[in-house]
């Protein structure tokens, strides 16, 4: 059963791999037209057990084995109880300074660019280096074309092709980044237009995050502390940055900024009829300009990731991994299947492009009198991770101990089985 949230990131959704090379800014290939109703795309056709080789007669009923039993797929990466993700806004001369200051304490952030702005040239070697450690480059458009108030004509001028699909398209030329999942809304306009989803949307673009009412301070708290409802009108938490812009004032006191933290850990939000409404710990998004950051370990933003990093029961992931990691565990079907020389054997599938899709995800196994156990997936052998190990990356393959439970981190369209060693 897919969501709304999952089925609108999947209309328009295009796999970018495929197409990348056609020139010009026109709509991609297979693409309705703006205004017509969307086809799904990113979903591959065909039966995803059947992709694996999976008949009907190699299906089981749960519950065969009572030493290994399958508990269900964990709410976050690797049972994680809470989520860190920040997002930096402009090509600026402070942006890899920035990046050093997150790299400093294990914070992973999504790094909104715009492509044809200087010093944009200076900083796609930093942005390269980056992505190869686990960040995220965004668009954030290639002029950053802003007006206050937004109107409908302004809109639908600056969200061209030539700013939508060119700015995607110079990521994916100036980096190694397989795909460009998120959209920053340069100054938070056009945000509330659905036709500007629309055109993100048939970008190949899973989210994108908004910057909402700054004239009025809207900017500062958000509050938002789960997955966004619309991921193309997407909140984050708080700012994390000094009075900038039209902005009538920042967000720097530290006890201010580690406290809303602590609260998304804490699930303190998560009640009632609440947009936060959760078990356990939430996602904390914090979002910074890095020219309004003061930089140093005796300066407020240093200070607040010191306080959110180096922790081993919180997922670091990028903005737009971490919203194609909600379509996957929305999809991805986890079936038992008939065992094997010992091997607890189960098909874990969906039918998601992976070349959109890379996420893992994390399956959870009771393990009888906690017993010791080998996994494999795809014929191959998943290394055993060590306890608090911090949770850093979206795509590992590996499993874990947690008292009885074994937990199993795969990406999807695999075998996952698991034997017990004697």
Not at 307 to 317: I, T
Request: charged share 25%; net charge neutral.
């Amino acid at each position: 059963m897919i969501s709304s949230v999952t089925r609108k990131l999947l209309l328009g959704v295009s796999a970018l791999v495929l197409v990348q090379a056609m020139p010009g800014p026109g709509p991609l290939a297979g693409q309705a037209p703006e205004d017509s109703d969307h086809a799904p795309v990113g979903l591959l056709p065909g039966d995803p057990l059947q992709r694996l080789g999976i008949a009907a007669g190699d299906l089981r009923g749960a519950g065969s084995n009572p030493n290994i039993r399958y508990l269900g797929m964990t709410r976050f990466l690797d049972k994680a109880r809470a989520v860190v993700t920040g997002t930096l806004d402009d090509s600026t001369d402070f942006v890899p300074r920035a990046i050093d200051a997150l790299d400093k304490y294990g914070i992973k952030a999504t790094i909104a660019v715009s492509t044809q702005r200087e010093p944009i040239s200076l900083l796609w070697e930093r942005l390269r280096e980056a992505i190869s450690i686990g960040h995220e480059v965004a668009s954030h458009s290639r002029r950053h074309q802003c007006q206050w108030p937004d109107t409908e004509s302004f809109c639908r001028e600056a969200y061209s092709q030539d700013e939508i699909v060119g700015s995607r398209d110079d990521i994916l030329g100036k980096t190694e980044q397989p795909y460009v999942w998120t959209w920053v809304y340069p100054c938070g306009n056009c945000a509330d237009y659905e036709f500007v989803h629309r055109r993100l949307m048939q970008a190949g673009y899973l989210v994108a995050r908004n910057y909402p009412d700054e004239r009025r301070g809207g900017i500062l708290v958000p509050d938002l502390q789960t997955w966004a409802r619309d991921p193309y009108n997407a909140a984050f938490t708080q700012v994390v940055q000094k009075k900038g812009g039209v902005a009538p004032a920042g967000r720097t006191e530290l006890p201010d900024l580690n406290a809303k933290f602590d609260e998304v850990y804490k699930g303190e939000a998560a009640s009632g009829s609440s947009i936060n409404k959760r078990y356990g710990g939430g996602i904390y998004h914090f979002m910074s300009h890095p020219q309004w950051l003061d930089y140093g370990t005796d300066k407020f933003f240093e200070q607040h990731l010191a306080y959110l990093g180096g922790r081993p029961d919180v997922w670091y992931v990028p903005m737009g991994p971490l919203y194609a990691y909600q379509v996957v565990s929305e999809n991805t079907v986890v079936r038992p299947i008939q065992s094997k020389d010992g091997w607890e054997r189960f098909a874990v599938c969906h039918g998601l492009d992976p070349a959109i899709y890379n996420n893992s995800i994390t399956l959870e196994f009771r393990v009888a009198g906690g017993r010791k156990i080998e996994v494999r997936s795809a014929g191959g052998p998943l290394p055993e991770r060590a306890p608090k190990q911090l949770i850093d990356r979206w795509n590992l393959e590996y499993f874990r101990r947690a008292g009885d439970s074994a937990l199993v981190t795969v990406r999807p369209n695999t075998i996952v089985e698991l034997r017990l060693i004697d």
